[in-house]
């Protein structure tokens, strides 16, 4: 019964060196690992090469569930599709293990809470911005163009919307908008 390893961890700056420990540990000979967001089923590249290969009597092996996924339909998908192929699933720090019967409704359980203290966590960071916009302290993204400079371009130097894209290192689309023209297709521009 071969058991393979998935490591995932969200942002550029998470070392996937310990899930990676934990899974050569735990006995994995093949380990895929990638890096991203566990809110959503695509971008997941790895994860889903990893279940395409996956056969009857293999287990696939993460370190935490919430390293599968993270929205709880996503994770019962994934349990379900595993399951139908007669593929079990363990995790090394959580009482999770398919094979058994408690270890079937865990990763449930489990998924609930993680998407509970998902939106949770979005709440706080709404929260947040509310009340650092209420203060002032919080105005969003400085602007990139210099709307003034598009203008003189195009006003002083009557440059077109290309040259001022080119020029400023934007968009048309952005010089258009700052010009309060309507966007033109390609063809009709210039």
């Known amino acids: 019964m071969p058991l393979y390893g998935y490591a995932r961890v969200s942002t550029i700056d998470q070392d996937l060196g310990v899930q990676r420990a934990a899974l050569k540990t735990a006995g994995?000979?093949?380990?895929?690992?990638?890096?991203?967001?566990?809110a959503r089923g695509d971008g997941r590249t790895e994860l889903q090469v990893l279940l395409d290969f996956l056969r009857r009597g293999d287990t696939l092996v993460v370190t935490r569930i919430d390293r599968l996924a993270r929205s709880l339909k996503d994770l019962q998908?994934?349990?379900?599709?595993?399951?139908?192929?007669?593929?079990?699933?363990?995790?090394?720090?959580?009482?999770?293990?398919?094979?058994t019967a408690a270890g079937e409704a865990?990763?449930?359980?489990?998924?609930?809470?993680?998407?509970?203290?998902?939106?949770?966590?979005?709440?706080?960071?709404?929260?947040?911005?509310a009340a650092a916009k209420a203060r002032g302290v919080y105005t969003?993204?400085?602007?990139?163009?210099?709307?003034?400079?598009?203008?003189?371009?195009?006003?002083?130097?009557?440059?077109?919307?290309?040259?001022?894209?080119?020029?400023l290192g934007i968009g048309r689309a952005s010089v258009y908008r700052v010009l309060g023209r309507p966007v033109q297709s390609s063809a009709a521009a210039e």
């Open 28 to 38: 994995c000979d093949v380990i895929c690992a990638e890096r991203a967001s566990g």
């Open 77 to 99: 998908d994934i349990v379900h599709e595993l399951r139908d192929r007669g593929v079990k699933l363990k995790a090394t720090e959580q009482p999770i293990d398919t094979a």
């Open 140 to 167: 969003g993204r400085k602007p990139i163009i210099n709307a003034m400079e598009v203008r003189r371009l195009s006003q002083e130097e009557k440059l077109g919307a290309t040259e001022i894209a080119r020029h």
């Open 106 to 129: 865990f990763p449930d359980m489990l998924g609930v809470f993680a998407e509970f203290e998902g939106n949770l966590r979005r709440e706080r960071q709404l929260e947040g911005i």
